[in-house]
């Protein structure tokens, strides 16, 4: 277990160090929430790094990462815990097989931990080896607002209720990342018990940082052109605009083809590892694909 960063520099250093290129405006959101122990709320659209700077923050700190992935119909009970009901009935059977009939016993036994299977929220309120784990609780606006408000109870106090056990608090918080791509908005409320930042696109710059650490095979003419050619992809009118992973997963996908410069085919044969809608991609290939290659080449030029 590594030590909690003593700065904001420090912050940047211990990120970078994992391949996470972040601003200082992050980087402090991030520092602050782990001084404070105060859950941090990342909101931003799909792609630009947020549930990447859990992970990111789990291996620096040598942290286990424990993830609740959010859907629609998420309840408290599948967040929190279940119990292992067929292990259950064998146990009832063989109680009954041996002649038992203490009921008050055998609930007893039922419902004690043995048979108790931990969900990503309980998980996170137990003792860890190495320390508190980060609880990742991603796109928690794919769920309803009554997950919101039983998670806003479970936020505050660090600790959850199960009613034949009773109250388990965390003996340490976690630390807590909830991300959001926005696609509703989630309660103040929520939001007030976080430290708040919006992740935006990174700039030309950052993002020529961060294609060169994820990807640093690539050439920098190569690297030039590809996050260029994303960005102008941003302004667009698409559907779905490409985000930091695509840019990623692109430059991968150039270098698996050992692509050294860009053409109009190779993008439109590659089109399929930054855009996600068939309509997006119609919209960009053939003619669409080569302006936009030659309006990135002389404005790059001209830089």
Same mark, same amino acid.
């Given at each position: 277990?590594?030590? $909690?960063?003593?700065?904001?520099?420090?912050?940047?250093?211990?990120?970078?160090?994992?391949?996470?290129?972040?601003?200082?405006?992050?980087?402090?959101?991030? /520092?602050?929430?782990?001084?404070?122990?105060?859950?941090? /709320?990342?909101?931003?659209?799909?792609?630009?790094?947020?549930?990447?700077?859990?992970?990111?923050?789990? #291996?620096?700190?040598?942290?286990?990462?424990?993830?609740?992935?959010?859907?629609?119909?998420?309840?408290?009970?599948?967040?929190?815990?279940?119990?292992?009901?067929?292990?259950?009935?064998? +146990?009832?059977?063989?109680?009954?097989?041996?002649?038992?009939?203490?009921?008050?016993?055998?609930?007893?036994?039922? /419902?004690?931990?043995?048979?108790?299977? #931990? %969900?990503?929220?309980?998980?996170?309120?137990?003792?860890?080896?190495?320390?508190?784990?980060?609880?990742?609780?991603?796109? $928690?606006?794919?769920?309803?607002?009554?997950?919101?408000?039983? $998670?806003?109870?479970?936020?505050?106090?660090?600790?959850?209720?199960?009613?034949?056990?009773?109250?388990?608090?965390?003996?340490?918080?976690?630390?807590?990342?909830?991300? #959001?791509?926005?696609? %509703?908005?989630?309660?103040?409320?929520?939001?007030?018990?976080?430290?708040?930042?919006?992740?935006?696109?990174? #700039?030309?710059?950052?993002?020529?940082?961060?294609?060169?650490?994820?990807?640093?095979?690539?050439?920098?003419?190569?690297?030039?052109?590809?996050?260029?050619?994303?960005?102008?992809?941003?302004?667009?009118?698409?559907?779905?605009?490409?985000?930091?992973?695509?840019?990623?997963?692109?430059?991968?996908?150039?270098?698996?083809?050992?692509?050294?410069?860009?053409?109009?085919?190779?993008?439109?044969?590659?089109?399929? +590892?930054?855009?996600?809608?068939?309509?997006?991609?119609?919209?960009?290939?053939?003619?669409?694909?080569?302006?936009?290659?030659?309006?990135?080449?002389?404005?790059?030029?001209?830089?």
């Amino acid at each position: 277990m590594s030590p $909690l960063p003593a700065s904001i520099d420090d912050t940047i250093t211990l990120l970078g160090e994992q391949d996470y290129v972040c601003g200082r405006a992050l980087a402090t959101v991030v /520092f602050l929430g782990l001084k404070l122990g105060r859950p941090i /709320f990342l909101e931003g659209e799909a792609g630009v790094g947020k549930t990447e700077i859990a992970k990111a923050i789990s #291996s620096a700190l040598g942290r286990r990462l424990i993830r609740l992935q959010c859907y629609e119909g998420l309840d408290a009970a599948s967040a929190v815990y279940e119990w292992n009901f067929p292990a259950q009935m064998v +146990a009832i059977r063989t109680a009954e097989a041996a002649g038992e009939t203490d009921r008050t016993s055998l609930q007893s036994e039922l /419902f004690s931990k043995d048979y108790l299977t #931990s %969900r990503p929220l309980l998980e996170a309120m137990q003792p860890q080896e190495g320390g508190a784990p980060v609880l990742l609780i991603d796109e $928690l606006d794919r769920t309803d607002e009554p997950f919101e408000a039983f $998670l806003l109870e479970a936020l505050s106090d660090f600790q959850v209720t199960i009613p034949e056990l009773g109250t388990i608090k965390a003996p340490e918080p976690p630390i807590v990342i909830v991300t #959001s791509n926005r696609t %509703r908005e989630v309660h103040d409320a929520l939001k007030r018990r976080c430290l708040y930042h919006w992740v935006d696109y990174p #700039s030309f710059e950052r993002e020529m940082e961060i294609v060169s650490a994820r990807a640093p095979e690539a050439q920098e003419t190569l690297s030039r052109e590809i996050v260029a050619f994303v960005q102008k992809l941003r302004t667009e009118d698409l559907f779905k605009r490409p985000g930091v992973a695509e840019t990623i997963d692109w430059a991968k996908c150039l270098l698996a083809l050992d692509v050294v410069t860009m053409n109009p085919e190779v993008i439109a044969d590659t089109l399929g +590892a930054i855009l996600k809608y068939q309509d997006d991609i119609q919209k960009i290939e053939g003619s669409e694909a080569k302006r936009l290659l030659e309006e990135v080449r002389a404005e790059l030029t001209a830089a």
